[in-house]
């Protein structure tokens, strides 16, 4: 993590503003010891940095814009490490990743699913990262990893993006060889001994897990879910129906959240149960069939599924702080994928209407070319501070006490992502919009992220609600 403090701002400057004190202010941050610094503290705890206060004061938290040196040396051997053993592996495997990369992808005769052949492509590039100690870097030594901020996650995210696609940061299942672990963390966090034994299977992909909140009744407003479960002897019994219960194709386990007591919209009362996918009265109907292919997306219902009280993640009926804990490490990711992939859609853009003729002079000499990729440009680096800030947080604080700030960054990036893809197919004519560039590939994968993960109007709303003191810090 970097330290607190203010790095190469020019003091001179502060003083023609009479702004002398606020910079003596951020120096004395710059020398506050980091040891209090608590990561997780629950909300309205009572340790943690920055003491009791839940606002966002710059007194607080210091400001510091350099990236970490070891974070800088991180992305420096990514990129060897790509060279060196993803790009080879990936020249290899190439159909799934040119014009062919959707055919290739999906087995058409099988509901839409992933191909065994792109998924094994996949566990082999994650095995070839976990081997190489890329792979885990987000979780805690114990687990093998490198105890990883999420910082770190973020800027990497962001650089992997950046680079465009290929094997070393895949859209369509979110695979990437610094992997993204929301249900590892979650289980890690919130789950029972039994569960955490589970840990090191759910890294290998022995088990593997989906998540089951969204019904076909009930997406945006989860609270009023219809799935419920009832106790009978030493067991829980589940009825109900999920929608887009992705992963189910190859999950061994799904977690399935059901109401076990309270009224419908009522925030507690649901309740989280790991429930083994081969268990009687657990049926996949079907996959829906998506924008980007393949598809993992299950229709599922649950017919007087038993499980043992065991299979409780977490607390009864406070399944819904599972739910939270697996948004925010996905939104905040996904926030700094975004902005890689931003990032990447312009740079190509730029690239090409540097070179293109048309009417004699280069598309790069035209104000209607530059304006709109000067205004992404500035947009994203709007984001981009924004989604470090907020994971910058997040390494410090309990992530209910940021979860607007999580809601902010990952809306604005999706937004802008979907926008910039759509910029850059203008931008390069006709050829854009043909699958030998990416850029229709990148539009239709993060699509999703408007809609999914809390649609981008549900996330606004949270903003509201913060804003307006129905929730949170100013209630
Ligand atoms: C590819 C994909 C993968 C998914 N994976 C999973 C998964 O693994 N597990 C899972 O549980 N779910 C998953 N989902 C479901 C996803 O979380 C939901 O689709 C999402 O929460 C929206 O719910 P909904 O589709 O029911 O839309 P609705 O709730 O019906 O909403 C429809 C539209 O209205 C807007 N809206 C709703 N209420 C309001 C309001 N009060 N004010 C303003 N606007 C409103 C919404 O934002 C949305 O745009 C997935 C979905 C997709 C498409």
């Given at each position: 993590m970097c330290a607190p403090g203010i790095a190469p701002f020019a003091k001179k400057s502060f003083d023609t503003l009479g702004l002398v004190a606020v910079l003596d202010q951020l120096q004395r941050l710059q020398r506050t010891p980091r040891a209090a610094v608590v990561r997780n503290r629950m909300p309205g705890g009572v340790s943690g940095r920055g003491g009791d206060s839940p606002s966002y004061s710059i007194t607080e938290v210091g400001m510091d814009f350099t990236i970490p040196p070891e974070i800088r040396q991180k992305l420096k051997d990514l990129d060897a490490f790509i060279e060196r053993e993803i790009k080879p592996l990936e020249e290899e495997n190439i159909q799934f990743f040119d014009y062919?990369?959707?055919?290739?992808?999906?087995?058409?005769?099988?509901?839409?699913?992933?191909?065994?052949?792109?998924?094994?492509?996949?566990?082999?590039?994650?095995?070839?990262?976990?081997?190489?100690?890329?792979?885990?870097?987000?979780?805690?030594?114990?687990?093998?990893?490198?105890?990883?901020?999420?910082?770190?996650?973020?800027?990497?995210?962001?650089?992997?993006?950046?680079?465009g696609l290929g094997l070393h940061n895949d859209l369509q299942n979110e695979s990437s060889i610094v992997g993204n672990f929301p249900v590892v963390l979650m289980i890690r966090d919130l789950g029972n001994d039994a569960q955490k034994g589970m840990v090191e299977d759910m890294l290998t992909g022995a088990i593997k897990i989906a998540f089951g909140v969204t019904e076909p009744n009930h997406g945006s407003d989860a609270t009023y879910l219809e799935t419920e479960a009832y106790r009978q002897g030493d067991e829980w019994v589940i009825n109900g129906m999920k929608r887009f219960n992705s992963g189910l194709h190859s999950a061994t386990h799904d977690i399935v959240f059901a109401r076990t007591s309270g009224d419908p919209g009522s925030g507690h009362g649901i309740t989280a149960f790991l429930v083994p996918t081969n268990t009687e009265g657990f049926n996949i109907d079907f996959y829906h069939w998506t924008f980007n292919m393949p598809t993992?997306?299950?229709?599922?219902?649950?017919?007087?599924?038993?499980?043992?009280?065991?299979?409780?993640?977490?607390?009864?009926?406070?399944?819904?702080?599972?739910?939270?804990?697996?948004?925010?490490?996905?939104?905040?990711?996904?926030?700094?994928?975004?902005?890689?992939?931003?990032?990447?859609?312009?740079?190509?853009?730029?690239?090409?209407?540097?070179?293109?003729?048309?009417?004699?002079?280069?598309?790069?000499?035209?104000?209607?070319?530059?304006?709109?990729?000067?205004?992404?440009?500035?947009?994203?680096?709007?984001?981009?501070?924004?989604?470090?800030?907020?994971?910058?947080?997040?390494?410090?604080?309990h992530h209910m006490e940021v979860t607007d700030q999580v809601a902010m960054a990952n809306y604005r990036a999706n937004r802008l992502v979907c926008h910039t893809a759509d910029l850059a197919m203008q931008t390069h004519g006709g050829m854009g919009y043909t699958r030998h560039l990416p850029f229709e590939h990148i539009y239709r994968h993060h699509r999703r992220y408007r809609i999914t993960e809390g649609s981008e109007e549900v996330q606004i709303r949270k903003v509201a609600a913060h804003l307006f003191g129905l929730t949170g810090r100013k209630r």
């Open positions: 062919r990369r959707e055919h290739a992808r999906t087995d058409w005769d099988n509901g839409g699913v992933p191909t065994k052949e792109w998924e094994e492509l996949l566990a082999e590039m994650k095995r070839i990262a976990d081997m190489a100690g890329h792979y885990r870097y987000i979780l805690p030594n114990d687990l093998g990893g490198s105890d990883g901020t999420n910082l770190g996650m973020a800027i990497i995210r962001e650089h992997l993006a950046a680079k993992d997306h299950a229709q599922v219902t649950l017919n007087n599924v038993r499980v043992p009280e065991s299979a409780i993640v977490h607390n009864e009926g406070e399944g819904l702080a599972c739910a939270q804990h697996f948004f925010h490490e996905n939104r905040i990711r996904q926030a700094a994928s975004g902005v890689g992939a931003t990032q990447y859609c312009i740079n190509e853009s730029v690239k090409y209407a540097s070179e293109r003729v048309t009417w004699g002079k280069t598309l790069s000499t035209r104000q209607a070319i530059q304006f709109p990729l000067a205004e992404a440009h500035t947009e994203n680096e709007l984001i981009r501070n924004l989604v470090y800030k907020t994971a910058w947080h997040l390494d410090q604080r």
